[in-house]
């Protein structure tokens, strides 16, 4: 196992990408804390799957935006397992609605950026003290921040863009401490973020320009959320990874 015994914090871990990078730290051996904000039914099948597969997980419900949900948090995660953090992964965000500028007002727009910008500095806030040497942060960007996003989605995209350049200045200050801090920079993944916000002929379309014709899986950002997580991935730091089947060349 390639994380035994370690503590790994998932934001959003509850459903889709965030269950993905819950249930796959927990089979290689991580200790996961899952939280989840609304979604208290879809975190319960999370921590179902990770103990039918014998991994150790518990769940913190919690507004990621909130510097007190954030606290409580931490001190459930030191209750439950101690005052060391191996990884920490923010993947709390969302769209929340397409909106163009003139149907944007300025709390939408800040809204926006709570909840995908804040989200993501409260959390490294608060867990990166209890990190040592080798430890890493996963942040979770979008390619819409690669791009400035399809329609209705520009402030979207400009709070991922935010998380990329947070990550790369968090890479450099917390590198001499030996803390990693990367970000994922997922495509068209099939989530209920598209079932919700994506037209299926818009997702078909997309699909189909991509070099490998086809939608990701979050197990196939699962899997990348472990790499960067464990210490195969000990000389990357300040990376924004596109997982995008191509779709995108940085």
Not at 11 to 40: C, F, M, P, Q
Not at 66 to 78: C, F, I, M, W
Not at 223 to 244: I, Q
Request: aromatic content about 6%; proline content about 2%.
């Amino acid at each position: 196992m390639k994380l035994k015994d370690k503590v790994a914090i998932v934001t959003g871990g509850g459903r889709d990408i965030g269950r993905s990078a819950s249930v796959k730290l927990a089979k290689e051996g991580a200790k996961v804390v899952v939280n989840y904000h609304s979604s208290e039914s879809e975190a319960q099948e999370t921590l179902n799957e990770i103990k039918a597969n014998g991994g150790e997980a518990i769940l913190v419900q919690g507004d990621m935006t909130k510097s007190a949900d954030v606290d409580r948090l931490l001190q459930e995660t030191r209750k439950a397992y101690g005052d060391e953090v191996h990884t920490l992964v923010n993947v709390v965000g969302g769209l929340v609605a397409r909106k163009t500028l003139d149907e944007m007002d300025e709390d939408f727009f800040n809204g926006l950026m709570q909840l995908n910008l804040t989200s993501t500095f409260l959390s490294m806030k608060a867990f990166v003290p209890l990190m040592k040497e080798g430890a890493s942060v996963i942040n979770f960007s979008s390619l819409a921040g690669r791009d400035g996003g399809g329609a209705g989605a520009t402030a979207y995209a400009a709070s991922k863009g935010a998380v990329t350049t947070f990550t790369r200045g968090m890479a450099k200050e917390l590198g001499p401490k030996g803390i990693r801090v990367n970000a994922l920079c997922p495509g068209l993944i099939s989530t209920t973020f598209h079932d919700t916000f994506s037209n299926p002929e818009g997702r078909s379309k997309i699909a189909g320009s991509t070099p490998l014709r086809r939608e990701g899986h979050p197990d196939e950002v699962g899997d990348v959320v472990v790499y960067l997580a464990s210490a195969e991935s000990s000389f990357l730091t300040g990376v924004n990874l596109d997982v995008n089947g191509g779709l995108f060349f940085s």
